[in-house]
Each structure stands twice: as structure tokens, then as C-alpha cells.
């Protein structure tokens, strides 16, 4: 069993690893869409709208919402992983499995195999989800903030077509 300490530096060492390696090296090869929308226009969507939902989502886990970010914090809130170590780790498990190879998500998936053995059951479910799932890993993710989150949810876990 771990200790918090020992469960706070591995924590450190992932977010060390996301953003300060890999999120700089995607800044540098992939220019992500920023967020069509400012805070206040989202905040003014009705609830159950995914763009109100992401701002909800966002106060509710005390997190910012980074223009350029935002479509990661869509995943976790359409997904249901939490922003916690094990959901990081198992929504990148989920991306892998759904088909997105990309740096962020292999230095995630292989953090966690070799760092979080509590975890690999979980990695493994969200890994066989993801393939179950709709692709999504190529979605113009900004398209969808007006939509429904429950009709988006239903279009993600429905089986592959």
C-alpha cells in the first residue's frame, strides 16, 4: 500500500509529465482550436447544454477552464472520469482504446502500467470502453458546446457502428 506522501510525488511526477512536457510539445506540433466562447457566454447557456455543463463541471472541481485546454476538460466531464490521478490515467486509457495515439495519452497509459499496479484493473476497463465506443477521437470538439450533454453521451457510449 502506498503512502499519501508516496501517493502525492507519483500525483506530481504525472502532472510534471502532462504539462509541463507534453502539453509544451503539443503547443509546439498541434495548433488546438481555442475555445469559441468566453467564460460569461458559456455561463449563460441553459444547464444541459455541454458548454454550461463544462462551466459547472469546472467550478465544481475548482479548476480553471484554459482556452486551449477546454476540450480536455470536455472529455472528463462527457467521459465521467474525474480529475483525480486514477481518472487521468483511466481516461487516457479510454482515449488509447479509442483509437488517439498521441504523445499526451502514450506518456499517460505508460505512466500508469508502470506506476499505478492499484489501477491497471480499471485501465484495462476503460481501454476495452474505449474500443467499444464511437470514435471520437477525431470530433471538433468545439462544435459541440451548444449541444445536449446527455444526446453527446449517448452518441459516445452507443457501439460501434
Avoid at 62 to 81: T, V
Avoid at 100 to 124: A, D, N
Amino acid at each position: 500500500m502506498k503512502t499519501s506522501k508516496q501517493l502525492t510525488l507519483r500525483c506530481r511526477i504525472l502532472v510534471f509529465l502532462t504539462h509541463q512536457i507534453a502539453l509544451p510539445i503539443l503547443k509546439i506540433t498541434r495548433k488546438a482550436k481555442p475555445l469559441p466562447y468566453s467564460v460569461q457566454s458559456l455561463q449563460s447557456m441553459p444547464k444541459g447544454v455541454i458548454g454550461r455543463d463544462l462551466i459547472d463541471y469546472a467550478e465544481e472541481k475548482d479548476i480553471a477552464i484554459l482556452s486551449h485546454y477546454a476540450r480536455h476538460d470536455m472529455k472528463h466531464l462527457l467521459l465521467g472520469y474525474d480529475t483525480s490521478e486514477e481518472g487521468e490515467i483511466c481516461m487516457q486509457c479510454f482515449m488509447f482504446g479509442n483509437g488517439r495515439i498521441s504523445f499526451p495519452v502514450l506518456i499517460t497509459v505508460v505512466f500508469g502500467l508502470l506506476f499505478t499496479p492499484e489501477y491497471w484493473q480499471k485501465m484495462r476497463l476503460a481501454y476495452q470502453m474505449g474500443k467499444d465506443c464511437s470514435p471520437i477521437y477525431k470530433w471538433d470538439w468545439m462544435k459541440l458546446l451548444e449541444l445536449e450533454t446527455e444526446y453527446v453521451k449517448s452518441q459516445i457510449f452507443k457501439s460501434k457502428p
